[in-house]
């Protein structure tokens, strides 16, 4: 931050805010809402939201924290910031669990309404923060919003309890006056939300009036902030988007550009259940959606869509992928277009539902029994997660093969602003089905150049074939166990999947492209390990950075990129997953893996000082 | 239609050779579907036959049909992505009694419920075949098997109540012995409109052979066994004179005169239910013919119908409509 003193405006070039509360006390909805006001007025952002597991742990309790971390700026931006400069907390257990993450001398917003023994007996305080130095060398605010809440919404209708569910629009309405902000956007979100309740949302608006107006009349800070839009983006359409909306338009667009109908068989799992709701509310695209029994029942109907001539997909996180081993088998040795979407979480087993990790690189890779070979393909950001899964239908109508599309929790839940693609630019890649009758009759399991089979849909005259999982004679598709036509075969799946590496871009190096370390990442480290390079370089290091989206068969050159550097870093959010693909790979390089598998993802600093101390050596 | 009406059994059968056990009585089964295939007014290119793993789920080999052999138990989840994707086609599932209510009984219990519009083939022959003879969920306790040396202590399921108790929409029951019963059951599970549930008693001549004698031999049935015939009355013996009266919850077996009518599309399942369980009780008559069909909303159908709705009230969606949907701003 470095302020430019303007009368009582104060310019910053970037903020964070972290809004925490309680579960129950909507802090998701109050940071999605600043972020969409931020992005309509033109800042570049990013978000980090971190919420329970539990809907709603006990109230109070520090396991019930709910945070959103939202960064926005004037400059170009990749990451939710490392530290927050404003911590907003709502109750004793968010204050305590968050604030030895805000920044020294940034600004702590508390509400002291929620602050009675019992409340620092619900959070294991002994004493109360507030005064027990806990908050010193912070900018404290205190106000008591449950209180400032009650009065403002007292000629309303509405219960106390119903009031009290208003306080997070007070909190908003103070960030936005503090930032200078306008109210519209969330104004007209209300109601549209609470068309039906006209009176919730004429309360929220009450509410976050009262908290807009608090700022100015009770002088609780010393002046207001601002943050001008950002300059440096290039021109074109926005939209504020999340990961896993982006994806699932992805899928949709893509379904479009190879001209198939989409179906999507999924089963609830945090956190790709949004993939699934957002397909469900796109049937006017024609998109089937299926809920299934159960993970196995998801991704099998999706394999029958798509025997049956539709795109099929499947989205799930890492304990689904498991339970759909068996059919992404079959989908192998079928070979039929399939997207298996993967949201990875915390693992093993349940792990940490709610947070991130990338711990499933080698069970996409090489999780199945036989030699099953399957295009691994990775998200970066929240909006490359619909070019990504573009690019997934592409590869998976083309080769006719199983793709495994990998975005995380973090990619899933943050938002950032979206150049919108230009139509035009969306290159389509239409399926031919084979025709009726065709002369000469119709061979399953013959090849076209990419090596794919032709795709028969039935209800076609003429091309009435069995297909399965049991091992098929070349070109007739025909049950066959002959023992030279299993290594053909073998060998054809396998030669068709690494002939992906043919259709696929070797990716540019970020920064410079010859010096000291390059950073090799894959995934949603994309934005740290940018952070991370722009930073250095500014310092004078000869640094770049790599980043992979197709993770198999990996690009062509990648060695000749890499021996451009001294050394190779290999930060994951695992135990070195990829740093062990690439060391069997090119294994004559220096490949160092920088792993973290704390269910969050890496800071900024963090990278630097591991980059450096390999400068330094 | 031209093409399906000169269809012949001929036709429905695959290059491929069949290679069940000599006398297993899934040759019974193929040969009636064939022959009931080229009768049902469906071009063979819009039919498709799915299944999982076991003896049974080779069958899709063998229709000159399309067909789709899946993994194990997974049949249902395949059939209903199959017809939705393609709600033109006719679509066959077939399975077994460890296919379908062993590893896949959970997406059994769904695709009833649902009512998908597939018909369901399951051939219990209460053992397990091509994994050599090991017990079933549907082996009668007590069974010697060679992973029950001491005999089976797992309770036996019965298909019929289980399909009941999911709300399927059609169930019967027919034998591999008698082919024109199963002929009749067939095409009325083919013409039915939803998900259609036919257990098929098929006798697995090398691990349990005849698990079904006590009263499908063909000198003891026509007295062991009652066909249930929609709106018919409950008749049954050799000289059809005996009858079944259901009195309370117990079935009670009296003179032809005086049998109660069958209705299998009573508003509970709870009659075809009753009937279902006489299985477990040797003196009475073992209950085959349709237990259960009534017309329910099909699953199918109503999403097809939900999408067009959705187009028609939207505007089918464009990828202009689908990228600047929502707030956007332009930066010059």
Redesign the interface.
């Known amino acids: 931050m470095n302020p430019t003193r303007e009368r009582d405006v104060q310019s910053f070039e970037s903020v964070v805010i972290r809004f925490a509360g309680d579960s129950g006390d909507g802090m998701q909805i109050t940071g999605n809402q600043f972020t969409?006001t931020s992005?309509?007025i033109?800042n570049d952002l990013a978000t980090f939201p971190d919420y329970p597991a539990e809907i709603r742990a006990p109230a109070g309790t520090r396991p019930g924290v709910s945070g959103f971390q939202v960064r926005f700026s004037s400059s170009d931006i990749h990451t939710p910031g490392d530290q927050p400069d404003v911590l907003v907390a709502m109750n004793p257990a968010a204050l305590i669990v968050n604030i030895h993450d805000l920044k020294p001398g940034g600004i702590v917003v508390v509400n002291t309404g929620q602050f009675s023994d019992s409340d620092l007996k619900k959070a294991a305080l002994a004493k109360s923060p507030l005064t027990d130095g806990t908050l010193s060398g912070f900018r404290v605010i205190e106000i008591d919003i449950n209180k400032r809440v009650t009065e403002a919404l007292k000629g309303t209708t509405l219960s106390s309890k119903e009031v009290q569910r208003c306080k997070n629009f007070y909190t908003l309405g103070l960030m936005y006056w503090l930032y200078h902000r306008p109210l519209e956007?969330t104004i007209k979100w209300l109601e549209e939300k609470f068309a039906k309740r006209p009176e919730l949302a004429e309360a929220n608006k009450l509410a976050m009036q009262a908290g807009y107006n608090a700022g100015d009349i009770h002088e609780l800070f010393q002046g207001r902030y601002e943050v001008l839009p950002c300059t440096s983006?290039?021109?074109?359409?926005?939209?504020?988007i999340m990961g896993n909306d982006a994806l699932a338009?992805g899928l949709?667009?893509g379904a479009?550009l190879a001209g198939l109908?989409p179906?999507l068989?999924s089963y609830p799992i945090t956190p790709a259940s949004g993939i699934l709701e957002a397909l469900a509310a796109?049937?006017?695209?024609?998109?089937?959606t299926?809920q299934?029994?159960?993970e196995?029942?998801?991704i099998?109907?999706?394999?029958?869509?798509?025997?049956?001539?539709?795109l099929?997909f499947t989205s799930t996180s890492g304990p689904g992928v498991a339970l759909k081993t068996?059919?992404m088998g079959?989908a192998v040795s079928?070979e039929l277009p399939l997207v298996i979407v993967n949201v990875q979480r915390g693992g093993p087993s349940t792990g940490l539902p709610t947070k991130t990790e990338q711990a499933d690189l080698l069970q996409a890779i090489f999780g199945r029994n036989g030699e099953a070979p399957i295009p691994v393909i990775a998200a970066s950001t929240p909006a490359d997660a619909f070019e990504t899964a573009v690019e997934a239908c592409r590869i998976a109508v083309q080769y006719m093969t199983p793709v495994i599309l990998l975005s995380d929790g973090y990619i899933a839940n943050g938002a950032e602003p979206w150049?919108?693609?230009r139509?035009e630019d969306?290159k389509p890649f239409p399926v031919k089905f084979v025709e009726p009758n065709p002369e000469g009759g119709f061979q399953p399991y013959a090849r076209d150049a990419k090596l794919a089979r032709p795709w028969a849909?039935?209800?076609?005259?003429?091309?009435?074939?069995?297909?399965?999982?049991?091992e098929k004679a070349h070109l007739t598709g025909?049950?066959s166990y002959d023992p030279d036509n299993h290594e053909f075969m073998v060998r054809m799946r396998q030669n068709k999947v690494m002939g992906i590496r043919e259709s696929i871009p070797t990716p540019n190096v970020f920064g410079d492209s010859t010096g000291d370390v390059l950073v090799v990442g894959w995934g949603s480290t994309h934005g740290a390990i940018t952070s991370a390079i722009e930073e250095l370089r500014k310092k004078g290091r000869k640094v770049g950075s790599l980043h992979l989206r197709h993770v198999w068969p990996l690009p062509k050159d990648l060695d000749k990129l890499m021996a451009c550097f001294r050394s190779v870093l290999v930060p994951e959010m695992n135990m070195g997953q990829m740093a062990r693909v690439l060391r069997s790979e090119y294994p004559e390089q220096n490949i160092i893996s920088y792993p973290k598998v704390q269910g969050q993802p890496f800071r900024t600093t963090e990278l630097v000082k591991k980059i450096e101390s390999l400068l330094e050596k | 239609m031209a093409?399906a009406q000169a269809l012949t059994k001929k036709d429905f059968k695959?290059d491929?050779d069949v290679r069940w056990c000599p006398g297993c009585g899934d040759y019974a089964i193929l040969n009636c579907v064939q022959g009931i295939m080229a009768s049902i007014g469906v071009?063979?290119?819009?039919i498709?036959f799915?299944s999982g793993i076991g003896c049974s789920s080779r069958f899709?080999?063998y229709?000159?049909?399309?067909?789709?052999?899946?993994?194990h138990g997974?049949a249902?989840?395949?059939?209903?992505?199959?017809k939705?994707?393609?709600p033109?086609?006719s679509v066959w599932m077939v399975t077994g009694d460890g296919d379908g209510l062993s590893i896949g009984g959970?997406?059994m219990?769904?695709i009833l419920r649902r009512n998908v519009d597939v018909k369901i083939l399951l051939f219990n022959n209460e053992i397990y075949g091509l994994t050599k003879g090991q017990y079933s969920p549907t082996s009668p306790q007590g069974l010697k098997t060679k992973t029950s040396p001491m005999g089976s202590v797992d309770r036996p399921m019965d298909p019929v109540s289980f399909a009941l108790g999911c709300g399927a929409t059609f169930v019967a029951r027919t034998i591999d012995t008698h082919l024109k019963h199963m002929e009749q059951v067939l095409l009325a599970a083919a013409h039915h409109k939803g998900t259609a549930f036919v257990e098929i008693y098929q006798n697995c001549l090398i691990f349990n052979d005849g698990a079904f004698d006590a009263f499908a031999e063909k000198t003891v049935r026509d007295d062991k066994t009652i066909d249930l015939r929609p709106n018919q009355p409950m008749v049954f013996g050799k000289n059809l004179d005996k009858g079944l009266k259901v009195d309370g919850w117990e079935p009670r077996i009296v003179t032809a005169a005086e049998a109660d009518v069958w209705r299998p599309d009573t508003h509970s399942p709870g009659p075809a239910f009753v009937m279902s369980q006489m299985d477990s009780n040797s003196t009475m008559p073992r209950p085959l013919g349709i237990f259960r069909a009534v017309a329910a909303p099909i699953f199918d159908a109503s999403?097809h119908e939900?999408?067009q709705?959705?187009?028609s009230?939207?505007?089918?969606?464009t990828?202009?409509k689908?990228?600047?949907a929502?707030?956007?701003?332009?930066?010059?």
């Open positions: 969409h992005a309509v033109g956007t983006m290039p021109p074109g359409t926005y939209r504020n338009m949709v667009a479009q109908q179906f068989g796109y049937k006017h695209y024609g998109v089937i299926f299934a029994e159960d196995i029942a998801a099998c109907s999706a394999l029958g869509a798509a025997y049956a001539g539709c099929g068996e059919a079959l079928v150049m919108l693609p139509i969306l849909k039935p209800g076609t005259p003429g091309l009435e074939h069995r297909i399965g999982g049991l025909n049950i | 093409e695959s491929q071009p063979k290119h819009q498709c799915v899709p080999y229709m000159n049909t399309f067909g789709f052999h899946s993994i997974r249902p989840a395949f059939a209903t992505g199959i939705t994707a393609n033109d086609l959970n997406h219990a769904h999403l939900q999408i709705r959705a187009k009230t939207k505007g089918p969606g990828l202009e689908l990228l600047h929502g707030e956007t701003w332009t930066v010059r």
